[in-house]
C-alpha cells in the first residue's frame, strides 16, 4: 500500500512557474513509476509526466514538454513537477501516481495503481 499527498496548487497568472510535490510513505517508494495526471471537469484524465523506476527515464505529453520537469527526490520520498511558462489551459485538479506497469502503460491511467487526492492548478489570463 501506497499513500501519496500531493501539495503546491494554487492560483498563477499566465507566464509564471509552479513547482507541484508528491509525498509518497512507506519504504517502497523508490519501486515505483510515478507519474503526473490531470482532470478538468467533465473530461478524462490526461497524462502530464512520468518518471519510471531505476533509472527507466522520464516521459512528458507533448503539451507541457519542454517547459515542464518531473523529479524525483528518493531521499525524501518526493517527486516533484515542476512547471513554467504557465498557461490557461494548464489549469486542472493534478493527480500523481504511482504503478509498476510495463513501459507501454507509462501514459494512460490504467497503468497506475495509487492515487493521490489532487491538488488545484488554475492559471489566470
Known amino acids: 500500500q501506497l499513500h501519496l499527498v500531493e501539495s503546491g496548487g494554487g492560483l498563477v497568472r499566465t507566464g509564471t512557474s509552479l513547482t507541484l510535490s508528491c509525498e509518497g510513505s512507506?519504504?517502497?517508494?523508490?519501486?515505483?513509476?510515478m507519474a503526473w495526471f490531470r482532470q478538468t471537469p467533465g473530461e478524462d484524465r490526461e497524462f502530464v509526466a512520468a518518471t519510471r523506476r531505476s533509472g527507466g527515464g522520464t516521459y512528458y505529453a507533448e503539451s507541457v514538454k519542454g517547459r515542464s520537469t518531473i523529479s524525483r527526490d528518493k531521499q525524501k520520498n518526493i517527486i516533484y513537477l515542476q512547471m513554467n511558462n504557465l498557461k490557461p489551459e494548464d489549469s486542472a485538479v493534478y493527480f500523481c501516481a504511482a504503478g509498476v506497469a510495463v513501459l507501454s502503460s507509462t501514459r494512460v491511467p490504467s497503468g497506475y495503481l495509487y492515487w493521490g487526492q489532487g491538488t488545484q492548478v488554475s492559471v489566470s489570463s
Open positions: 512507506g519504504n517502497s517508494f523508490r519501486t515505483y513509476n
